[in-house]
């Protein structure tokens, strides 16, 4: 047989191509034996930083690393090479070359100089490297400085060496600093204990606390124009006013309806015009330095504000960082906003549930609510009306009815009858509303449970229309996870956090400890075998354990350097199972967990909470990550790639 020519051969791929591609199950294919990120878009944003020179571009620290804008916001995208941690506390630009800037992550400071192309640590003498504040000397910009949980670190030669410099400073749980622009040796941290005052570059600091009754300080801002006037944001307390560097503080909360300050601004060109980001109440907008606040709101639909950022050259467009929903923006001071969220995949995804009958349809619990996608994550849209807790932690899927569904969230159980469309609690009954996970009876739906933090299990056989606690026996109530027999639907199980495995085998109507050979009690997940459901798995704080007995019994089966937060089984193969945790990424079992190897190609975000399964192509598999979205993969050992790598060998 004669060899086949490059041109012969290039024919073959492109028909190889278009027969993969139309053998392809779902609406959007998601990478072949490699995972694919898709959003949803959004997540918690820490802070955010405006390029002094070119002020369309921005930079958002979140809890998925450092996004990059160069269009004012409408588009993002992630810049994290060197980054060794994704949660990014602090941004800072240095204000003579933007192209250099800084990052406070809970690693370090990572410094890039190629506008965030690359970032490395810098971090020698840096004793305590969880940073949650920085600063940079607007005048000499090789100068900065670092709040830390262990007090301030200064640098003066642009990140190469740090020193403590904490004479003075009675709180070293550092949470905010602020340089005056005139005169920048003084300067001024936010701890936990108050304000505090420097005025020799950090040589010596002294408490600046008169009159503030509130001393868990989160944020600083001081008036450009006039450095005397300084604000300070508490935790509980409102907005404080100093007009005397410090010497004299006045709560400064008229119409302040929420007293939880995370974040501050002012308008450099007009500094009576401050702003300032709640948790739970949105931006407010005070015109008259402080003395009126009101609420500025229209259209911000995530209202616990993070960080806020001035266009320093047309200051009516700012930018407001939210918990959950990404970032917002607003080009007329506030009056209304609008998500910026396009490529900001920074979302942590708590929970997935998949249809059952229609697997192209799926849901994501995260931190902003609840995202739904009908075209197998290619595309999502958050579905929160009604959702007054968006804080969500388990979903649970009807599997005769899907349209029908639950959220547990941190405040309680809500339910929508029709895909998401809508929510409504329902928490009758439910005297702990911190739900962390949720089961569904396979045979009668009706009946579902609810695992809570701190007030352990409670059940429902109505749909969620009452609730009782279902507790006897149940000894430690910190219930992360539950798992159901589908063959014997009243037997079920309990992880718990540090109190092991608890089943019941009476629909929750009492419980006893299963713990033999569990030797790690911290039970994040659990998984039962669809065929042989005498056959469960357990994920730890020390890798997986299994039991072949109903939970009698427990053997280690490895991973036992992972902390195993999420499980799923294959419905179609009970001999494969995946397991995944955070930092650890998937790994994947063909035997039962005899032995594992990791599946982690393409997976940018490897600190993986949760895993589901397409019930209907069971090669299908999502992973929910914090800070990265959802990542999905088709596992295929496909006839026509093999066939092309026979064909070019």
Not at 119 to 128: E, H, K, R
Request: net charge negative; charged share 10%; with cysteine.
């Amino acid at each position: 047989m004669q060899r086949i020519t490059i041109l012969g051969k290039i024919l073959l791929i492109c028909l190889l191509a278009l027969l993969i591609s139309l053998s392809q199950p779902h609406t959007v294919s998601a990478g072949i034996n490699i995972w694919t990120s898709y959003g949803p878009e959004g997540g918690i944003i820490f802070a955010l930083a405006i390029d002094p020179v070119t002020p369309t571009t921005l930079y958002a620290g979140t809890n998925g690393g450092v996004f990059k804008s160069t269009d004012s916001g409408r588009n993002w995208s992630a810049v994290n090479t060197g980054l060794t941690n994704t949660d990014v506390y602090a941004l800072a630009i240095d204000p003579v070359t933007p192209t250099t800037l800084y990052a406070g992550i809970w690693g370090g400071v990572f410094k890039s100089t190629d506008s965030g192309g690359n970032w490395s640590a810098v971090n020698t003498g840096l004793t305590n490297t969880h940073v949650r504040a920085l600063a940079i000397d607007p005048i000499t910009p090789a100068t900065l400085y670092a709040g830390t949980d262990g007090g301030v670190f200064k640098s003066t030669n642009s990140g190469g060496n740090w020193s403590a410099v904490n004479t003075g400073l009675t709180d070293t749980w550092v949470r905010a600093l602020a340089i005056d622009p005139i005169t920048p040796a003084t300067l001024y941290t936010g701890t936990d204990g108050g304000v505090f005052k420097s005025t020799n570059g950090g040589g010596d600091w002294s408490a600046v606390n008169t009159g503030l009754t509130n001393t868990y300080v989160s944020t600083l801002a001081i008036d450009p124009v006039t450095p005397t006037t300084l604000y300070a944001g508490t935790y509980g307390g409102g907005v404080f006013k100093s007009t005397n560097s410090g010497g004299n503080w006045s709560a400064v909360n008229t119409g302040l309806t929420s007293t939880s300050v995370f974040a501050l601004a002012i308008d450099p060109a007009t500094p009576a015009t401050l702003y300032a980001g709640t948790y739970g109440g949105g931006v407010f907008k005070s015109t008259n330095s402080g003395a009126n606040w009101s609420a500025v709101n229209s259209g911000l639909t995530a209202t616990s504000v993070r960080a806020l950022a001035i266009n320093p050259i047309m200051p009516a467009t700012l930018y407001a960082g939210t918990e959950g929903g990404g970032v917002f923006k607003s080009t007329n001071g506030g009056g209304d906003w609008s998500a910026v969220n396009t490529g900001l995949t920074a979302t942590w995804v708590r929970a997935l549930a998949i249809d059952p009958i229609t697997p192209a349809t799926l849901y994501a619990g995260t931190d902003g609510g609840v995202f739904k996608s009908t075209n197998g994550g290619a595309n999502w849209s958050a579905v929160n009306t009604g959702l007054t807790n968006t804080d969500v932690h388990a979903l649970a899927i009807n599997p005769v009815t899907p349209t029908t569904l639950y959220a547990g969230t941190w405040g309680g159980v809500f339910k929508s009858t029709n895909g998401g469309g809508d929510w409504s609690a329902v928490n009758t009954g439910l005297t702990n509303t911190s739900v962390s996970t949720l089961a569904i009876d396979p045979v009668t739906p009706t009946t579902l449970y609810a695992g809570t933090y701190g007030g352990g299990v409670f059940k429902s056989t109505n749909g969620g229309g009452n609730w009782s606690a279902v507790n006897t026996g149940l000894n430690n109530t910190d219930v992360w996870a539950l798992a159901i027999n589908p063959a014997t639907p009243s037997t079920l199980y309990a992880g718990t956090w540090g109190g092991g495995v608890f089943k019941s085998t009476n629909g929750g109507g009492d419980w006893s400890a299963v713990n033999t050979g569990l030797t790690n009690t911290w039970v994040f997940a659990l998984a039962i075998d669809s065929v042989t459901p005498t056959t469960l798995y357990a994920g730890t704080l020390s890798g997986m354990f299994k039991s072949t007995d109903s939970g009698g019994n427990w053997v280690n089966i490895g991973l036992t350097d992972t902390w195993v937060f999420a499980l799923a089984i294959d419905p179609a193969m009970p001999t494969t199972l995946y397991a995944a945790g955070p930092w650890s990424g998937v790994f994947k079992s063909t035997d039962s967990g005899a032995n594992w190897s990791e599946v982690n190609a393409g997976l940018t975000n490897t600190d993986v909470r949760t895993l589901a399964i397409d019930p209907v192509t069971p090669t299908r598999l999502y992973a929910g990550t914090y800070g990265g979205g959802v990542f999905d993969m088709e596992q295929v050992a496909n006839p026509y790639y093999l066939y092309l790598s026979a064909i070019l060998r």
